[in-house]
Every structure is written in C-alpha cells, then in structure tokens.
C-alpha cells in the first residue's frame, strides 16, 4: 500500500470496556511496531513483530494488552478492561526488515477512555 | 540506562531565524540515530537519518544533523526557518540489543514560528 493505515483514527470507550486497534502495514515490510503517546509525551514502544520469529512484548505495560499479527500483514493491538491511563495516541509502524530499517509511521489511533 | 534527552520542551522562533534543536544520548556504543518530524494531525515523518560515515547529514525540508560522538549528541539544524515548519520534533535512537533494533525517542520539542 501507500503508506501504513490504522483505523479507527479515534475511539472512545467506557472503562472496562475492550478495545482493538487496527493497523495495516505497507505492503513487502516485515517488520511492525506498535507505540504508545501519551499526551505531551515521548513514544513509548510496545510491541514489535518481525516475520515468523516470536514478538518482542517487552514494552507492553500490562497483561491487558495484547496484540497479533498474521504473517507480513495485518496486526492488531487489543487492550482489555480499559483504563482512564490507557488513553493515548497509539501508532504503528513498519519497516522492510527489523534491522535498523527507517520505520514508516501510520497517523495513529487516538483512544480516549471515559 | 539508554535514554534520549530533547532538553528543550518548546521553541519559538522568528520565520527566516536559524534553529537549532538539541538530542544527546545515552548508550555505550553509537547508535542509529533519527529525527522526525510530527505535524497537527498527521504521523510521524523521517526527516534524516545517521548510521555511519560522513557526520553531517542531510535531510528533507532544508534540514541537517551532525553527529558529535565526544558529546552524544546529534542535534538537528535548519538555517532558515519557515512558518510551515512549525510541529513537534522527535530525535530518536536505535541500539542494537539482543539482535533487535528498537527505537527509543526522546520527549520531543515543539517548535512555534512567530511571523
């Protein structure tokens, strides 16, 4: 594709509730990434996939967050019983391989939990 | 501990100024080493990148970096500024650890352009 797409491009949800998120990575790139920023923040890495090896989770905050990707293609982050805190823009990226390849980065879904 | 330092929270500049926005890092070994741009709205894009070689790096939009390895910086310049430039900027590291690359960004610095 053109450029890697997330979607929804905003989501609002109640405490407790579950949420997914969506990303779509540019085609032939094997490598995703998932970031969290808070407001007024830094990205904050979360998860990162490259091709059929094991993820690296080291960067998700807790056991409510999860996330899956099939194959080279499209991944989604699943947060559980959503908190006030989780709040925050969260963006995906993708790059050829994990080798220090430039990360191209999707716009972000901004999810506000009331 | 690595980490990436942007001690500048907010800059304000006059269009046609200079800029200049700081990045240090803290790692043993030279890093990759990025900045980025993020506009209202919009995602993040790659303004330059430094892996190796020549120290002074071009990038898009007028913009260059240099690396100062004595001082762990890699600080981000724009001769001129335009009111278009006006966004939040990212310096970003990626060391190698344990045979992945992930990327550590610093808190960002927002830039206004003052007509």
């Known amino acids: 594709g053109a450029g890697v797409s997330q979607s929804p491009s905003n989501k609002v949800t109640e405490k407790g509730k579950d949420v997914e998120l969506r990303c779509d990575p540019i085609?032939?790139?094997?490598?995703l990434y998932w970031y969290r920023q808070r407001l007024g923040q830094g990205l904050e890495f979360l998860i990162y996939?490259?091709?059929?090896?094991?993820?690296?989770k080291s960067g998700l905050p807790s056991d409510r967050f999860s996330a899956e990707r099939t194959g080279e293609s499209v991944s989604t982050l699943t947060i559980q019983r959503t908190q006030q805190e989780d709040s925050a823009v969260y963006l995906c990226?993708?790059?050829?391989?994990?080798?220090?390849?430039?990360?191209?980065f999707g716009p972000g879904t901004r999810l506000l939990v009331l | 501990a690595q980490s990436v330092t942007q001690p500048d929270i907010h800059i304000t500049v006059s269009e046609g100024a200079s800029l200049e926005l700081r990045c240090n890092y803290s790692?043993?070994?030279?890093?990759?080493l990025f900045w980025y741009v993020q506009s209202p709205g919009q995602g993040l894009q790659l303004l330059l990148k430094?892996?190796?070689?020549?120290?002074l790096v071009q990038g898009i939009k007028g913009f260059e970096a240099e690396f100062k390895r004595s001082q762990s910086s890699f600080n981000l310049r724009k001769p001129s500024v335009h009111w278009s430039d006006a966004a939040e900027y990212f310096c970003?590291?990626?060391?190698?650890?344990?045979?992945?690359?992930?990327?550590?960004f610093g808190t960002g610095t927002r830039l206004k352009v003052l007509a």
């Open positions: 085609s032939g790139h094997t490598a």
């Open positions: 990226a993708s790059s050829l391989s994990g080798n220090a390849e430039t990360q191209y």
């Open positions: 970003a590291v990626a060391p190698f650890t344990s045979g992945t690359y992930k990327y550590i």
């Open positions: 790692y043993g070994a030279t890093p990759y």
């Open positions: 430094y892996f190796s070689g020549d120290t």
């Open positions: 996939f490259q091709g059929n090896s094991a993820p690296d």
